[in-house]
């Protein structure tokens, strides 16, 4: 549970978590939601382009206060699963510490842990025209929770249902909105309810 700043703190405290940022999803998808987040952002705004066929962006949602800025992004896109269904990706740019991620895998985070990275890499994406690594993790969810490293912060791609993960394996290419921002190269689809379903969020 989040307490708002008060009379003995001018931050956001959690229960387990200690000092976090505010999380805030933006309600429905669009143009003014993106110009929302690119306001804020002090992290990448990722998103596939060109987008896997048939998906949308079904939302943004941010970490972080008036005062600082977002350091934390959500993009959440959903559409068809390689295998058949529906599918959905988030996708979250973040500072170190932050922990938005690894919430919205149902990991104990904030970061990927101990070992991460040993080995090679599990999968590579283009994330604004630079090949990245990304290594999985194990999740309780049936969840898909590849992570690596771009601009020189977190980047997670999370899908669900798990078996949708071969989406990261089919030359995904993600562009930073805040670098190029094109309107009429988006699909926007309704706002879901994943972005909203992360513990400890305000």
Known sequence: M??????????????VHGTVPPYSVIPRPGPEAIQHVLRRANVPVWVPHPAPP??????????????????????????PSPLGGGAEMLLVSEEPGVGLGARHAGLPGPDPGDGFGDGPPDAKVDAACHPTALW??????DC?????????LWLWALIWPAAAGVLVYDSLEMIDLRDRYVEAELAFGSLSPRLGD???AA
């Not at 999985?136 to 969810?141: A, E, K, M, N, V």
């Open 2 to 15: 989040l307490r708002a700043p008060g009379l003995w703190s001018s931050a956001w405290q959690c229960n």
């Open 54 to 79: 048939g998906w949308v962006i079904s939302g943004f949602a941010h970490a972080g206060d008036e005062r600082e800025g977002a350091r934390a992004v959500v993009t959440c896109l959903t559409g």
């Open 136 to 141: 999985s993790l194990p999740t309780p969810q």
């Open 144 to 152: 898909a929770a590849f992570v690596g490293e771009a601009k020189g």
């Open 198 to 200: 992360v513990p400890g």
